[in-house]
């Protein structure tokens, strides 16, 4: 009853890509298909040619809608596929506005990247796909329910648990060739949500993710949180700067709307202005509050202001002691880039994060102390105050992976361990073997295909891709390039003379000469 194999294209040796292909009983199973986010050779990949044929897949699982999981499937209609697609209902919801904009959003990039100067002469950029490839990916979406088993045939069926992360967060069983194998998804905080007459634990292999899983993290109550969140409003507002809050459309901007909401009924804070600068945020709080019910009205608070022209954002930039809420989260893309140029300078501003961070991407950079950064081809100084804020995570931390992969036991085959960086996998790996809860343990890398068997460890079929540990870096050569290049300049205008700028160049100019 063997015969399994399941391919890591995403989500290994890193947190973003997430997308696994399981091949069983006659069947392909496609597990995710995200983008990969952080350093430019990683994100290269979203434009490689997939390393499957999407015309042989009999279904596709999306787990959430978060775009590291989705941000790639309409590329695979694009290419043909003909499979369905299977999420929660709230998951399809929320999906076609993350969608759409993802696509706009890559067209004005590419856009902006080909009017560039410095790339005069170089390949163009093209979008990775386009509205008709969403509209093909949602005639194939099929809904179903936490708990309801899908079948496929040849004795291949799924199953959604409910994973408590975000609306419509779900893991997947699929059980396939006499094996049960479950796929994490993204995982929350609390306890596991039961489903009437299924057994919940005994899989032959768990694939679990990574994110936090070098950390424990205090927990915070909501009203401690709201009551950071209005020192720094204070604190920057009576400095007469700007609040940037980068936020995902998804449930985190929600969220912080709804925490500055409740400090204003409470009069903690004055009715300051607050501007949610995202049109994607705004459709997806529409889209969320069928499924929230917090007894706050985000939407109709006068001091709350939803920016929707590109005109109005740019308007922003002329004003002061404002919050401006904005995606993304991780500083990646969105309007959050221009206010950034605008605000970074400027001492009396501050940045706060409240959400992590992935290797590689601007708000890794920024959170690790960067003097200066490059943004849409312009070097910008950081003096802005960079703070995180605790409390807002809906990832599970360390002792909330081994709760949760425990409460799952007996695993009588491989954990695997993905959707991490080295440091939390590697964490993780040890706190797994040294708890005994799964008697193997794996941490895939990028490329990999493993051979499942029942009840018995898996092993690796496929190396991973050569370039494998250069992608999943938290450097490559063009980010420590903008970081040198942003430095170099910042270091020559603050020397105190043109004729000590003029000598710094001529050596750095001799240095460069004598290395060609």
């Not at 979203?46 to 309409?74: K, M, Q, V």
């Not at 694009?78 to 904009?101: G, H, N, S, V, W």
């Amino acid at each position: 009853m063997g015969g399994v194999t399941i391919a890591f294209h995403g989500a290994a040796g890193t947190v973003t890509g997430s997308c696994f292909e399981i091949r069983g009983a006659g069947k392909t199973i496609l597990v995710d298909c995200g983008m990969f986010q952080g350093t430019r050779s990683l994100e290269k990949l979203n434009y490689e040619r997939l390393p499957f044929d999407p015309r042989e897949l009999d279904a596709i699982i999306l787990t959430h809608a978060h775009l590291d999981h989705s941000g790639r499937l309409p590329k695979l209609y694009a290419e043909r596929c003909k499979a369905p697609c299977f999420c929660t209902r709230a998951t399809a919801d929320i999906l076609k506005p993350l969608l759409q904009d993802s696509a706009k959003l890559q067209a004005a990039s590419a856009e902006r990247r080909n009017r560039r100067a410095d790339r005069a002469g170089l390949p163009r950029f093209s979008p990775l796909y386009g509205g008709p490839d969403i509209t093909a990916l949602y005639r194939k979406i099929r809904t179903a329910e936490y708990c309801e088993q899908m079948d496929l045939g040849n004795r291949v069926s799924i199953r959604f648990w409910d994973a408590r992360h975000i609306v419509g967060s779900a893991s997947a069983e699929i059980t396939v060739a006499g094996q049960r194998i479950l796929v994490s998804g993204d995982i929350g905080s609390g306890a596991s949500v039961p489903c009437p007459d299924v057994e919940l634990g005994g899989y032959d292999h768990i694939i679990c993710e990574s994110t936090y899983g070098d950390r424990d993290r205090e927990d915070i109550l909501i009203s401690d949180r709201r009551e950071a969140l209005a020192r720094y409003v204070e604190e920057t507002i009576s400095n007469g700067g700007n609040l940037l809050i980068p936020a995902f459309a998804v449930e985190r901007t929600q969220v912080i709307l709804e925490d500055l909401s409740a400090l204003f009924d409470s009069r903690r804070l004055s009715p300051v202005n607050v501007f949610l600068d995202a049109p994607l945020a705004q459709k997806v709080t529409e889209a969320i509050l069928h499924y929230r019910n917090s007894g706050l009205d985000v939407m109709k608070r006068r001091n709350i202001r939803f920016i929707q022209s590109v005109n109005e954002s740019k308007r922003l930039n002329r004003m002061t002691g404002i919050v401006i809420v904005a995606g993304s989260g991780m500083c990646e893309g969105g309007r959050i880039r221009h206010h950034l140029v605008r605000n970074l300078p400027d001492r009396r501003a501050r940045i706060l994060f409240t959400g992590f961070q992935a290797a590689g991407t601007l708000g890794s950079v920024l959170r690790d102390g960067a003097e200066a950064v490059r943004i849409s081809g312009n070097d910008v100084v950081v003096n802005a105050r960079i703070t995180s804020l605790d409390g807002y995570s809906n990832h599970a931390d360390r002792s909330g992976l081994l709760h949760w992969v425990r409460d799952r036991s007996p695993v009588t085959g491989t954990l695997f361990l993905v959707h991490g960086e080295a440091s939390s996998l590697k964490s993780l790996a040890g706190e797994m073997s040294a708890a005994g809860i799964a008697p193997d343990v794996a941490i895939p890398a990028l490329g990999e295909t493993w051979n499942l068997e029942p009840a018995r460890a898996a092993s690796r079929l496929r190396s991973a891709r050569p370039d494998a540990e250069k992608l999943v870096a938290s450097r490559d050569w063009t980010s420590r390039l903008a970081a040198l290049r942003a430095s170099m300049e910042h270091r020559i205008r603050s020397l105190e003379s043109d004729r000590d700028r003029e000598k710094m160049l001529e050596a750095l100019k001799r240095a460069l000469d004598e290395r060609v």
